[in-house]
């Protein structure tokens, strides 16, 4: 009898114990067919952190700042020449997207020069601990970060790629795209033809900017149709002020690469 009851205190300390973030994505992780092994390895990671500096960086997004002093964090001469010559580096990958998609190349050149300033940056956190720390801290977000959890852990289980190893956005984004999860995986595109979707290959991440603002409303028939252009990017980010440096990036590189 004592054993028993031994037994069940243990069973019981066990239980209690398993991490509450791991609990919340368990059963939907493995609906997606990701196995239970690969899910206890990632989730007894010694790397796992509650990074505190996520919750100070939600609490004052950049997007909520005016206009002027968000435009003056993106739409700069130096990331203007950065893209410049990023654009004669990379001219003949971003034209065949373009006529891929229909996308303008000017659009999805400033895209990736807001989101990561051209590759230079990708990121602080790994984009495990990012949605860790919003599951576990952040009430409000936990329904969508756990959707989030499930999406990463699905595509790296599906690749075969740690999921500790990816550093991204406080948000979760990632890539030099900074696709969050769910997106990466609805709307990521093979643009080299290696049969794999790479966040940090640019042709790849071309062929994703390009097939997510079609996807997402952008006007391949016309493309001076200034209102659906500003929705595809808007889907990007949810943000005007977002939007609005985007194009006006975008119009100073195509003026700055023609101006010869």
Known sequence: MGRLIALFIFCFLW?????????????????KGISESFLNETFSHDGITIQNKILDRFAKPYEKRSWTDYRKLFVTDSRI?????????????????????G???????????????????RGQFTVFNALYTQIAKMPRRKKWATKE????LEYCYSDSISPHSIKG????????????????????ADGNGDGV????????????VGNYLVKNGYP?????DEKQVYQSVYAYNHADNYVKAVLAL???LKQNVFKD
């Open 81 to 101: 020449q950065k893209g410049t010559e990023f654009y004669a580096q990379n001219k003949k990958s971003l034209n065949t997207v373009s006529l891929q998609f």
């Open 250 to 252: 975008r119009d100073e």
């Open 103 to 121: 996308v303008n190349p000017f659009l999805i050149l400033s895209i990736v020069g807001v989101e990561s300033n051209y590759g230079q940056h």
């Open 197 to 208: 979707r790479q966040p940090y290959e640019w042709a790849d991440v071309f062929a994703s």
């Open 169 to 188: 956005s406080y948000a979760g984004a990632f890539g030099y795209g900074q696709f969050i999860p769910s997106s990466f995986n609805a709307f990521a």
């Open 149 to 152: 959890m499930i999406a990463y």
């Open 15 to 31: 239980a209690g114990s398993e991490d509450s973030v791991l609990i919340a994505v368990k059963s939907g992780a493995i609906k």
């Open 220 to 224: 391949v028939s016309n493309q001076s």
